[in-house]
């Protein structure tokens, strides 16, 4: 009788079991909305034209805003890419048109440690590099942190999207007469162009909400912070001074802050994708 | 052995286009070699980055190691002022916490990943999955701001019914005043739940059909197929998944470090302040008075690196010895 | 793709074959010159040699076809004339194949190609448009003024026989198209930087029936300014369109001679069992 009607108690576990693991997919849900409706509840109510062009202001007066970290965001992410984005390109192409056996198998290697690091732990390197010897925080410093943090993603997205291009039209390219490199400029990379533009893309995004590396590198700071060489303000810094600051009227800001971080993150992922798919229906005619 | 002989007359054909020297110009364009050593540069770039880390992390650490060697981390004073640096409660906080978030988060994490595999219809599933996967895209910090403002009221409020029935373990004694182990771990379970889910649900969905048409065939319910079968058989790829949360959860900072509470103690209560490596360093990196102090918290840094690699490189053996299926992470 | 051969009549190719090329047999009695030739050829891919002892001709401005059995060696030896082998790792050459008067392997590689182009076995066009496709080993060029492009863009599509077919659509996509005219779209690319030489491995096999007509005929006609080798499965194609075909078998040329010859009248045994169907 083993190959029978299950018994009803294995038809009970099966019907509990089964019905707890969509609780599970429910709670895990739910976190996410939640997170996200708490976010845009109190970071849009704090939002204003202030906030966006004021510098902070001193408590209890009122009218501050986080230009300053705004601005310092977008100058440390510019400075990564900057210094992200090559390398990882260039690596990416190496590790897929080039580099055999045991070259390509260590730097890949490296590639997943360097991903693996602890991003303070990062800080402390580029702290040791850059402001030890400068004797101060700076922009650059914090640029330096975050684009060695781009590296590995960049890489490995790009290698990827590379490996991806059918050897057929390399071949192809090959039996032209194009050399090697006039075949991975001209067919192989604009055949993969849109996935290498999505996987930088993320890449920026994912460095923007880091806030730990930037402790000890841009530092922060509660005036503008002109040219390279000062230490700056950053939305993410900006969000955890606030929110373990005693004042409310900080707290505000920091739901802001964190609102205008992560809708920025957001609208990247989902525009990434965007691009991605618009890319795959134009290669696939 | 061909039949047409080389009895053919020796007048050679005229080949056009062989003649023509390249131009320098074209020797550039055509330049396979410099390219090759470009991109060489490029990828070896990042193992002299990588081995520049390790370096700076060992030279600035020295002052410590020489003057505590590796046990500090289990001694239990940490008094920067007479400088004396023991981390054995970062160590503590650290592996409590990230074992608490990895015990909360792999049942919610497996269990999600098994209804997306198995029990959604493949457009829900590739919608939640979706969802799920943009919590990983959600930063550290926002996550302390979450957790400060939200997480802890709820916990406050919820802890005093809590503490009636479960208050005798000694795990759940003292007053809780909000910042705790308890709280850190909740929140690194949510970190690191999205990982869990990820990685796993790819594997189960890669479980050829005919593992489950076997078990299926001979009656058994589709919560047997899964638990006995499907879930073993891909028991490789989620545990690499949750050795990767691991790693991740050890060396997770500001979430951490905005609702443990920062208190350098030992406490058996999970109700507890405490601290970790991580948010010890993010806190006292930049007020270290003294080499020595600095080059403690760096040695602490020094340990933290060690440790996730370590962890990360089981997590892709794992991975990667998993039947060919490689899941990148 | 393994064709299964059926029992084939001889009579059935001789006569496939007259009513083609029975007005040029007749002036061709005397050889045409050379445009390869292989003396001594070995191929190895790593320690498997592939082809052993290959001595053999390629007359100029015909149509060469290679025949065998899957695993015999002859698309090795066509991907060794523009030695497209060399990119991958682990092969070995040994003997002289010239190209005219040339040594083969003393041309740079990607000069070599601008005079014997291929054209393969699955249309791969580049994921850009009609006119880029083509375009492609002009622009390589650095040399050439945007007229000149595009007339010979157009030129290139009239001999491929497609430039009715695309004429107006040449700014859209490649892959827009059917997979006939893909490779016809490769023939045409191939055909843009003017070779001497036109290698074609199994053009046809992933086509069906009328996109292969319409390809036999334009090598029809374009073997009067380019010579032609073909690799190919279908015996009965062989027959259509060459004037002299090499059997392989097992990595050794067993027999070369005019089309005609071969299919006829064959010296070896092998392949006269190859050509009945005795084996596929």
Redesign the interface.
């Known amino acids: 009788m083993s190959a029978s009607y299950p018994s009803r108690t294995r038809k009970i576990v099966n019907y509990t079991m089964l019905s707890l693991t969509g609780l599970c997919t429910l709670l895990v849900v739910s976190v996410l909305f939640t997170i996200l409706a708490y976010l845009l509840w109190h970071g849009a109510h704090a939002l204003n034209l202030n906030f966006f062009i004021k510098l902070p202001a001193p408590v209890g007066q009122g009218g501050g805003g986080v230009a300053n970290a705004i601005i310092g965001t977008l100058k440390l992410l510019a400075l990564a890419s900057l210094i992200g984005v090559p390398i990882g390109l260039i690596g990416g192409i190496y590790l897929s048109e080039f580099a055999g056996g045991w070259s390509g198998f260590a730097v890949r290697y490296t590639t997943d440690l360097l991903n693996g690091v602890p991003s303070v732990v990062m800080g402390i390197f580029v702290y040791t590099l850059v402001v030890l010897p400068m004797h101060h925080f700076s922009t650059l410093a914090g640029g330096i942190a975050l684009g060695i943090m781009m590296i590995p993603i960049a890489l490995r997205s790009t290698e990827d999207f590379l490996r991806a291009v059918p050897r057929s039209l390399r071949e192809g390219g090959l039996a032209l007469g194009a050399s090697k490199s006039e075949t991975i400029f001209t067919i192989v990379i604009p055949a993969a162009i849109y996935g290498i533009i999505t996987g930088v893309m993320l890449d920026i995004a994912r460095v923007a909400g880091e806030t730990a590396p930037l402790l000890f590198t841009a530092f922060g700071n509660q005036f503008n912070s002109p040219g390279w060489m000062q230490p700056t303000s950053s939305l993410p810094v900006v969000i955890y001074n606030y929110a373990i600051s005693p004042y409310d009227e900080w707290h505000q800001q920091a739901w802001a802050a964190g609102f205008v971080l992560l809708s920025g993150l957001l609208a990247v992922s989902i525009l990434a994708r965007v691009v991605l798919a618009r890319g795959k229906k134009l290669s696939h005619g | 052995m061909g039949n047409i002989a080389l009895s053919t007359p020796e007048v050679p054909v005229p080949t056009r286009g062989l003649d023509r020297k390249q131009t320098w110009l074209e020797r550039l364009r055509k330049g396979d070699e410099a390219l090759h050593l470009i991109t060489f540069a490029g990828g070896w770039s990042i193992i002299v980055i990588t081995a520049l880390l390790v370096q700076h992390l060992w030279v600035y650490s020295r002052l410590a190691r020489h003057a505590f060697g590796w046990h500090f981390l289990f001694t239990s004073t940490w008094d920067p002022v007479n400088g004396l640096f023991g981390a054995w409660p970062f160590v503590y906080g650290t592996i409590v916490t990230s074992i608490l978030a990895l015990a909360i988060a792999i049942p919610i994490g497996l269990g999600s990943a098994i209804f997306l595999a198995e029990l959604a219809p493949r457009s829900l599933s590739n919608g939640l999955t979706f969802l799920i996967e943009l919590l990983a895209a959600v930063p550290s910090v926002i996550y302390g701001l979450v957790g400060i403002f939200l997480l802890i009221p709820v916990l406050s409020t919820a802890m005093p019914y809590f503490q009636k029935v479960f208050g005798w373990l000694p795990i759940f004694q003292g007053t809780f005043y909000g910042v705790s182990y308890f709280s850190a771990a909740v929140v690194l379970a949510i970190m690191v739940v999205p990982f869990i889910v990820s990685i796993s649900r790819e594997v189960l969905l890669a479980v050829p059909i005919s593992q489950r048409e076997a078990m299926m065939a001979l009656g058994a319910t589709k919560w047997e197929v899964t638990w006995k079968t499907v879930v073993p058989y891909a028991r490789q790829g989620i545990m690499g998944s949750i050795f990767l949360s691991l790693a991740r959860a050890l060396g997770e900072t500001m979430a951490v470090t905005m609702v443990i509470g920062n208190v350098a103690q030992v406490s058996t209560s999970l109700l507890a302040p405490g601290y970790t490596i991580a948010a010890v360093i993010a806190n006292e990196f930049t007020e270290a008075t003294g080499d020595l102090y600095l080059h403690a918290l760096i040695e602490l840094g020094l340990v933290l690196f060690a440790v996730t690699m370590i962890i990360n490189a089981l997590a892709r053996l794992l991975m990667l010895t998993m039947k060919g299926h490689e899941v990148a992470a | 793709m393994k064709t299964v051969m059926k029992a084939i009549d001889l009579d059935q190719l001789s006569k496939a074959h007259e009513a083609r090329f029975s007005d040029i047999e007749r002036t061709d009695e005397q ?1 045409p ?3 390869f030739t292989v003396a001594g050829l070995n191929f190895y891919y790593g320690s498997h040699q592939a082809l052993k ?1 290959i ?3 390629v ?2 401005k015909r149509v060469t076809a290679f025949i065998g059995p899957s695993g015999c060696g002859k698309t090795t030896l066509l991907r060794t004339l ?1 030695r ?1 082998n060399e ?1 991958v ?1 682990g092969t070995r050459v040994e003997g002289s194949i010239r ?4 040594d083969l392997f003393s ?2 590689a ?6 014997v ?2 054209v ?1 076995q ?1 249309p ?5 448009t009609i006119f880029e496709n083509v375009a ?2 002009l ?2 060029e ?1 040399r050439f003024s945007r007229s000149e492009i595009a007339d010979r863009v157009e030129h290139s599509l009239r001999r491929a026989a497609l430039w009715d077919e695309v004429k107006d659509k040449l700014n859209q ?4 198209i059917s997979g006939g005219q893909q490779q016809r779209l ?1 023939i045409a ?2 055909l843009a ?2 070779p ?1 030489v036109l290698l074609l491995d199994e053009p046809c096999s992933a086509l069906d029936p009328v996109s292969t007509a319409k390809i036999e005929d334009l090598l029809f006609e374009i073997k009067n300014t380019c010579t032609i080798v073909i690799v190919t499965h279908n015996m009965l194609q062989a027959a259509r369109v060459a004037d ?1 075909v ?1 059997f392989f078998l097992n990595g ?6 005019r089309a005609k ?1 071969i299919f006829q009248n064959p ?1 070896r045994q092998q392949t006269q069992d190859y050509i009945t169907g005795r084996f596929g």
């Open positions: 050889l010159w050379p445009q002892d001595n053999l001709i007359p100029n523009n497209m990119e790792p190209l005219g008067d040339r041309i740079p990607t000069t070599l190609r601008r005079v182009g291929m393969f699955k791969s066009p580049f994921p850009k492609f080993g622009r390589l650095h996509s490649a892959n827009g490769c690319r191939a930087v003017d001497d002299y090499g050794e040329l067993i027999e070369l001679n010859q010296e």
